[in-house]
T-cell receptor, first 111, second 116 residues
Framework: SQELEQSPQSLIVQEGKNLTINCTSS?????LYWYKQKYGEGLIFLMM?????EEKSHEKITAKLDEKKQQSSLHITASQPSHAGIYLC???????????FGTGTRLQVTL | DAGVTQSPTHLIKTRGQQVTLRCSPK?????VSWYQQALGQGPQFIFQ???????QRGNFPDRFSGHQFPNYSSELNVNALLLGDSALYLC???????????????FGPGTRLTVL
């Protein structure tokens, strides 16, 4: 079964700093989703990447998909306290309609 | 436009009891998926319902069962609760296109189940 590994597991950054979270798949990626989760709450959809080389941005968050490396990266520019939370990557396993998730990256932003 | 809603928000049960969790999908969506998220872990897929039938199932025992109603809402039932069933249960809805559901799944706020 497909496994998604995220790095780092946790991250503490000072407000205004940039940061990158990585998600690496053990198998071919057919689509990669990024979600954000506040502790104990539901997942908020950030963006979806489907094609190799695709890059999407939403406000100060940019995500890229590298099909050859079977990897996606999420980059936050000029981090703010509102960016704090758990970032989860998820992917579909071929034509199966279930999402497999990584274990998440916990982000803290200090003032 | 209402998003995905779940009820209840919190629930406390004792071992051996049974529980029912409820989910209403986002307007226009016809597919509901259920996930279990243990503390510090990513969500794990339980099963998915489409056209009132279970389409796919993850590695969960038969104690976990579900149902989808004609209005697309869904229930998750867990029988003979174990301590290990304590988790956040998430419902996600999506829309099937071309018979294959790889469309974005939108999640509800979750139900926190504690088994004592």
């Amino acid at each position: 079964s497909q496994e998604l590994e995220q790095s780092p597991q946790s991250l503490i950054v000072q407000e205004g700093k940039n940061l990158t979270i990585n998600c690496t798949s053990s198998k071919t990626l057919y689509g990669l989703y990024w979600y954000k989760q506040k502790y104990g709450e539901g997942l908020i959809f950030l963006m979806m990447l489907q094609k190799g080389g695709e890059e999407k941005s939403h406000e100060k968050i940019t995500a890229k998909l590298d099909e050859k490396k079977q990897q996606s990266s999420l980059h936050i520019t000029a981090s703010q306290p509102s960016h704090a939370g758990i970032y989860l990557c998820g992917a579909f396993t071929g034509t199966a309609s279930k999402l497999t998730f990584g274990t998440g990256t916990r982000l803290q932003v200090t003032l | 436009d209402a998003g995905v809603t779940q009820s209840p928000t919190h629930l406390i049960k004792t071992r051996g009891q049974q529980v029912t969790l409820r989910c209403s999908p986002k307007s226009g969506h016809d597919t509901v998926s259920w996930y279990q998220q243990a503390l510090g872990q990513g969500p794990q897929f339980i099963f998915q319902y489409y056209e009132e039938e279970e389409r796919q199932r993850g590695n969960f025992p038969d104690r976990f069962s579900g149902h989808q109603f004609p209005n697309y809402s869904s229930e998750l039932n867990v029988n003979a609760l174990l301590l290990g069933d304590s988790a956040l249960y998430l419902c996600a809805s999506s829309l099937v296109s071309s018979g294959i559901n790889t469309d974005t799944q939108y999640f509800g706020p979750g139900t926190r189940l504690t088994v004592l």
